[in-house]
């Protein structure tokens, strides 16, 4: 082959090639627009839709009767109700055996003490007798006389002593136990309050309730087990306890209940309902209804047929009953509105992940 033709081959060549960039060049603008605008076909479809100022929820939802129906969404009406406040605390159950201890000391040193007023009236009559005589002609001489008045005074000095003693057992059994049920145990003929306690009939409990709630003697204590709900006794108002609970801060209060399930020393817990003044007026939220996000606890309420709003509940107040289980609301929610029951975590999920894809663009 000549100079001359591997010359024009090799120009040809490097034509070529550059013709080909050339093309690559040209034709990189209009892929990338043209895949672009396919992208843009392609949009994804979301369920959330833009909040108003009127939701007064944290986002609202647009999801299609049809698509309703296919992903199982439920809702369910809320129901007026009332609702009493309670104040909820814990308490033991006390064994009365210091109480009957103390007693049943008290008891004997009113006995000595009886026995010392009848020695003292026989000794007081015999000093009389003795200072008759001895002022008689001396007819009884006077160390007798003055031995008789020695064993007089010693008498009385026992029964002050044995009446000190009496009032110190008394003291101390109010200090311990208060003064009503000083009162009742220092009785010397046993009362039916007592009487039902000593044949564990009742039981003395000691409750701890919260400084700022006093208690009102005809309301009953709802008792139960720590932990659980289930009703073990009505406990009744007894007096105020002079000593506090180690172990609960607070007030402390003598409450008296059946004894059928309840053992000295048992830990019970206890429920006071407020009067009746302080009843409020709410709705239940089901606990089905209730999802649960950063911590807080949310529901789905359902606004004309294809709206779901989010709205941040209360669970302050718990509520168990054989009828309806949740959280009792007063603000926010009221009779009539339609709570998501079934299916409120896939809508929860959804606004989720439609965050995620706003992030993901940003």
Known sequence: MSRKATIIIALQAIVIVILFWFAVFVGKDEYEAAHSEGEEDVETRTLVAENTNTSKGAATLHLPIASQQQSGIKTSQLQATQHQSATASFGTVETIDGLIELRARYLATLADAHVLRTSIASAQQNTTRLRLLNQDDKNVSDRVLQEAEATLNNE????????????????NMRQIWGTTLANIATQKVESGDLQILLQSREVLLKITLPFDVTPNKSTLLQISQVGTQ??????????????????????????????????AGMRVSARLEAGKNQTTT?????????????????????????????????????IESETISGWYNTTGLVAGDELVVSGAQLLLSEELKYQIKNENED
């Open 230 to 263: 289930a009703p073990l006794a009505k406990a009744r108002f007894v007096s105020e306890a002079p000593q506090a609970d180690s172990t609960i801060q607070g007030k402390t209060y003598f409450y008296r209940a059946p004894a059928k399930n309840l053992r």
């Open 156 to 171: 009385k000095a026992k029964l002050d002593a044995t009446s000190t003693l009496a009032n110190g057992i008394r003291d």
């Open 282 to 318: 709410g709705v239940i939220v089901p606990h089905e209804a209730v999802v649960w996000y950063a911590n807080q606890a949310w529901v789905y309420q359902k606004q004309g047929s294809e709206q779901f709003i989010r709205r941040l509940i209360s669970t302050e107040t718990e």
